[in-house]
Structures are given as structure tokens and as C-alpha cells.
Nanobody, 125 residues
Framework: QVQLLESGGGLVQPGGSLRLSCVFS????????MAWYRQGPGKERELVAA???????NYADSVKGRFTISRDNAKNTVFLQMNRLRPDDTAVYLC???????????????????WGQGTQVTVSS
């Protein structure tokens, strides 16, 4: 069974830092793009940062220069280092991964999605 397990959320003061981790577990052919999304109170879910298994990254404009996404491919783990946190970063942060179950998916150009349960990040004094 494929699943994502997030950790690292919590309460932090404005200007502080947190590091989120997300581990992909399950036997699959490959784990491809991994990403962090967030959903704040009364807001739609938005992409925070994404990283390909070759290392290419993409960030939301609101977090550029403050957040860094990285991954350990050997451990199928993605991290989100969040610095200079602001109250408007308060949200549930969700991990997402795209993966292929077998070589048939490669030939078909097919990916599957899996989501974590989310971890709460609260930025408040």
C-alpha cells in the first residue's frame, strides 16, 4: 500500500523556522515529482513548492527566497525548510507524490497521485 507520512509541523513565532518531512512508503517502480501544498483557513489549496527526481524545483512566488524544497531519492523523502515564517503561512501543509507502479505505466505515460494526511503549521506570536 502506497502512503505518505508527514512530520515537522507546529507552532512558531513570526520570523521563525520549521522543517517539514514527508516519507513515501510502498513498493513502486518509481517515485517522480514530489511537492508540498498548503490550505489556509478559508482558502483554496495552493502549490507551495515542487521538486522532480532529477532535482528541478518550482516555488510559489509568496515563498521564494524563504522556503527551500529538497529530497533524498534513496529514502523517497522530501523536505521543506521554511524560514522567515509569516502569519499568512499558517495552513495545513500537505505532501503530494506522483509515482509509477510498474513499467507499463512508463510506456503509457501514466502517473498516479498520493497525498499525505497533512501537518498543521501555525505562525503566531
Amino acid at each position: 500500500q502506497v502512503q505518505l507520512l508527514e512530520s515537522g509541523g507546529g507552532l512558531v513565532q513570526p520570523g521563525g523556522s520549521l522543517r517539514l518531512s514527508c516519507v513515501f512508503s510502498g513498493s513502486v517502480f518509481s517515485v517522480n515529482a514530489m511537492a508540498w501544498y498548503r490550505q489556509g483557513p478559508g482558502k483554496e489549496r495552493e502549490l507551495v513548492a515542487a521538486i522532480l527526481n532529477a532535482g528541478g524545483t518550482n516555488y510559489a512566488d509568496s515563498v521564494k527566497g524563504r522556503f527551500t524544497i529538497s529530497r533524498d531519492n534513496a529514502k523517497n523523502t522530501v523536505f521543506l525548510q521554511m524560514n522567515r515564517l509569516r502569519p499568512d503561512d499558517t495552513a495545513v501543509y500537505l505532501c503530494n507524490a506522483k509515482y509509477r507502479e510498474n513499467y507499463s505505466d512508463v510506456k503509457a505515460g501514466r502517473y498516479f497521485d498520493v497525498w499525505g494526511q497533512g501537518t498543521q503549521v501555525t505562525v503566531s506570536s
